[in-house]
């Protein structure tokens, strides 16, 4: 089994930062793409950013310049800095990962953390 532990969020006023964390747990042989997601009240939960297991990342047009996603192989986290943080950023951030485990050894299972809300005051 697997867990994705997400850490970080919180309320921060207009313009500042927030650095959100989540470390990935369990019988893991390898994790591939890890990523996180929003979702605001009331819409549907949308990609924020994507990092392959070799660094490679993309990032939905709203948070270019303003979000940078990195991850550290080693301890099994991924981590989103989140600068020059908007109202319309305020949602519950969700971490996700592709991960090859131990049972599950000639493939991927997707999982996902159990959410962090960010809210950000104007």
């Known amino acids: 089994q697997v867990q994705l532990v997400e850490s970080g969020g919180g309320l921060v006023q207009n313009g500042g930062s927030l650095r959100l964390s989540c470390a990935a747990s369990?019988?893991?042989?390898?994790?591939?793409?890890m990523g996180w997601y929003r979702q605001a009240a009331g819409k549907q939960r949308e990609l924020v950013a994507r990092?392959?297991?070799?660094?490679?990342?993309n990032y939905v047009d709203s948070v270019k310049g303003r979000f940078t996603i990195t991850r550290d192989n080693t301890k099994k986290t991924v981590y989103l800095q989140m600068n020059s943080l908007k109202p319309d950023d305020t949602a519950v951030y969700y971490c996700?990962?592709?991960?090859?485990?131990?049972?599950?050894?000639?493939?991927?299972?997707?999982?996902w953390g159990q959410g962090t809300q960010v809210t950000v005051s104007s």
């Open positions: 369990g019988s893991i042989l390898s994790i591939n793409d």
């Open positions: 990092i392959t297991n070799i660094g490679r990342t």
């Open positions: 996700n990962a592709d991960v090859v485990t131990v049972v599950s050894r000639w493939f991927a299972t997707n999982y």
